[in-house]
């Protein structure tokens, strides 16, 4: 009797690790055919042979600039900011329970672009001081939302809605510094309210690539405790948890994150909201899906930047279109929510 | 007694108002002493220049005060129909709903006329705030603070995506319509003043019409029915004047949120809850804060001029945040 319930319930483990398997696989090979389409597509088709070619190093007029200092840091770019948004929005979600606890919805994500603007526009800063400083007003804002939705007890419903206050404040802050930057040309504007990918150099991948990767590692080893925190504080002590470090640790890694994704390409909208719950919904709950919600992000900003680029006549930088694909989504949630009579805290 | 102080705080509120029009019209990227002002106003001259500019100044100020007073009601409106501390034009969709129903008028129906946009406004904010505020009663505890709040604010970046993806193909008329993206009341004239006159005027009078049927409502529907309140009508009524305000403020101004969710709360505070205070009192005070708020615009941004939306949702956003600690998040 007890060993045919351990062959049931290992039968499920398999399938449910051979599940996350074969998502991961698709999301990948669906990323790579974004990378090939970013790569060879454009104003001159390339065939991938050139590409191949120039990658190697060799010299081909006018494919190696268009290639090498337009499509490959674009990719590149696309790719880790999608990973880090996807990654650090999955890592709040579920640290709070609650898909609307995003970063790019309660604010931190603009808390990083009002201060990176900041840092470019007025300071002339550049590089990774901007990160820097991102990075600070990012756990600042994180911080200071978290302490004012301490009333009478902590609330999460209260968390969310001081986070939608903080946002249109430091949204307001950006609009001034754009101002004040005289840089208020729409390319810029919409850069830093909704990211783009349009004109990112290649010389800011390193920093970001290796913060994607620190960071990622980071939480991904942490997420053992993300997934017991999964069943709530209380459980989670009684399992021997210490809630409060894996707490901070799991937001500062995700913060870090979203700062220097961030700082480089802008808050693109509603990918760190959109990706947990697709990753969750592809590979079943209660795992931790820390990886694959990061692929997820990754393809949605690539394959938003080819729709931008090619698919709709003007050229729309990617967080127009990830914006309004997070919208109907977020309704969706909040109608089901409403159905199922959760209360949203 | 208490009428005394409540009489204290209308004139101080009045001499404000007064205050800040005098700012509003001495104060910008040239700056003008008051005493001129006063010479240019009777009529006996002043610096050729400056009067020109005093001139252009007043259609924006007198603009400005009919803005905010249509906001503020709006709000002290939304929020007294919806019972709710938090409704606002602007968290109800109302101003970016009007907004993108402008744009998308301009761009695919050619309107170019102030009158259409305004009805244009008025039939997507209308639209606009009955679908968040259905959202946000879906289930069983109706429209609480937060689930109206993230309905808006859902609905609100849709609307702002598609705004932005409506006006980016057209750059040329982008650079003028840039208000329809943060409301700005710098563009105002006498014949946009003309204009939303009459449909202020009906907004304004319904709502105080309105006024002793709001406040049962604010007992509970149940007590209100039973003191013979037509709670269905009210309602009704009530969101059409609110969104008539808002809409046309918007249709001309843009989006400019928050006024209507920081005023009311600060009029409760200083009259109590009765609405026959509250409502006109937030015409003056929603008047008050624009003004101000778009001369600190034109200070903040000199030599340019950042726009009043942008300045009253950083005014405003720290109001809210208070709001939402202190409502009961019980029913969040």
Redesign the interface.
Request: hydrophobic fraction near 55%; proline fraction near 4%; charge should be positive.
């Given at each position: 009797m007890m060993s045919n319930k351990n062959a049931f319930i290992w039968e499920g483990y398999q399938k449910r690790r051979r599940r996350v398997a074969v998502i991961t696989t698709v999301l990948i090979i669906l990323i790579a055919l974004c990378a090939v389409v970013m790569m060879t597509f454009g104003n001159t088709v390339y065939s991938l042979d050139t590409v191949f070619r120039v990658l190697k190093g060799e010299e081909i007029k006018g494919a190696t600039f268009t290639i090498k200092t337009l499509r490959l840091p674009r990719l590149l770019v696309g790719l880790l900011s999608g990973l880090a948004f996807g990654v650090a929005g999955n890592t709040f979600q579920t640290l709070l329970r609650n898909d609307?606890a995003s970063p790019d919805?309660i604010g931190v994500t603009s808390g990083s672009s009002a201060a990176a603007v900041f840092c470019i526009l007025i300071l002339h800063m550049s590089g990774t001081a901007v990160s820097v400083i991102s990075l600070l007003a990012g756990l600042l804002v994180a911080g200071v939302i978290y302490f004012?939705?301490f009333?009478k007890g902590f609330?999460k419903?209260?968390l969310?809605?001081?986070g939608?206050?903080?946002q249109?404040?430091l949204?307001?802050?950006t609009?001034?510094v754009l101002?004040?930057g005289?840089e208020y040309d729409?390319p810029t504007a919409?850069r830093w309210m909704?990211g783009s990918l349009n004109g990112v150099k290649l010389d800011r991948v390193p920093g970001l690539l290796v913060t994607v990767v620190t960071m990622t590692i980071a939480i991904v080893m942490l997420g053992r405790y993300l997934q017991i925190l999964q069943l709530g504080d209380d459980s989670a002590i009684t399992l021997g948890v210490k809630v409060q470090v894996a707490y901070i640790g799991l937001i500062f890694a995700s913060v870090f994150l979203i700062a220097f994704a961030t700082s480089v390409s802008g808050p693109i909208?509603?990918v760190a909201f959109l990706s947990g719950p697709i990753a969750s919904r592809l590979i079943g709950k209660g795992r931790v899906n820390t990886l694959p919600a990061g692929l997820v992000g990754a393809l949605l900003v690539l394959a938003s930047d080819l729709i931008g680029q090619f698919a709709l006549?003007?050229r729309?930088p990617v967080g127009?279109i990830t914006?309004?694909l997070?919208?109907?989504y977020?309704?969706f949630l909040?109608?089901r929510?409403?159905?199922?009579?959760e209360?949203?805290? | 007694m208490k009428i005394r102080k409540k009489l204290v705080l209308f004139i101080a509120i009045l001499a404000a108002i007064l205050f800040c029009v005098l700012l509003s019209l001495a104060w910008g990227s040239r700056s003008i002493p008051f005493a001129e002002i006063i010479d240019i106003l009777t009529g006996k001259g002043g610096d050729s220049f400056n009067v020109d500019v005093v001139r252009t100044r007043i259609p924006r100020t007198i603009f400005g005060i009919l803005a905010g007073a249509a906001l503020g009601v709006s709000g002290a409106l939304m929020q007294s129909i919806t019972r709710n501390p938090?409704a606002d034009p602007s968290i109800l969709g109302v101003n970016t709903g009007a907004s993108l129903f402008v744009v998308c008028g301009i761009a695919f129906f050619n309107i170019n006329l102030p009158q259409q946009y305004i009805w244009f406004a008025l039939v997507g904010g209308s639209l606009t705030s009955a679908f968040v505020y259905a959202?946000?009663s879906?289930?069983?505890?109706g429209a609480t603070?937060?689930?109206l709040?993230?309905?808006g604010?859902?609905?609100s970046?849709?609307f702002?995506?598609?705004v932005?993806?409506v006006m980016?193909?057209k750059?040329n008329v982008?650079d003028d319509f840039r208000f329809w993206q943060?409301g700005s009341i710098g563009g105002a004239g006498w014949d946009d003043i003309k204009i939303i006159v009459p449909y202020l005027l009906f907004g304004f009078v319904i709502a105080i019409c309105l006024v002793p049927s709001l406040n049962s409502l604010a007992l509970g529907d149940e007590m209100a029915t039973s003191l013979g309140v037509n709670t269905k009508l009210t309602r009704g009524l009530g969101a059409l004047a609110g969104v008539l305000l808002c809409g046309a403020t918007t249709a001309l101004a843009g989006p400019i949120?928050?006024v209507g969710l920081m005023i009311p709360h600060f009029m409760r505070s200083l009259f109590g809850p009765d609405l026959k205070y509250i409502m006109p009192m937030s015409a003056f005070g929603g008047a008050c804060l624009l003004v101000i708020s778009d001369v600190m615009g034109r200070l903040?941004?000199s030599p340019?001029e950042?726009?009043v939306g942008?300045?009253t949702?950083?005014l405003?956003?720290?109001v809210?945040?208070m709001v939402?600690?202190?409502?009961k998040?019980k029913s969040?």
């Open positions: 609307l919805i004012l939705s009333g609330s419903g209260r969310i809605l001081i939608i206050g903080a249109a404040m949204n307001a802050v609009s001034f101002l004040k005289s729409v919409l909704n909208a509603s006549g003007t729309y127009v914006g309004i997070g919208a109907p977020m309704l909040l109608v929510m409403n159905k199922k009579g209360s949203v805290s | 938090i959202v946000a879906i289930g069983g505890e603070p937060l689930k709040a993230l309905s604010a859902a609905v970046m849709a702002g995506s598609l932005s993806t980016l193909p750059s982008m943060v949120g928050f903040a941004g340019g950042l726009e942008i300045v949702a950083f405003g956003a720290p809210f945040i939402a600690r202190k409502a998040v969040l």
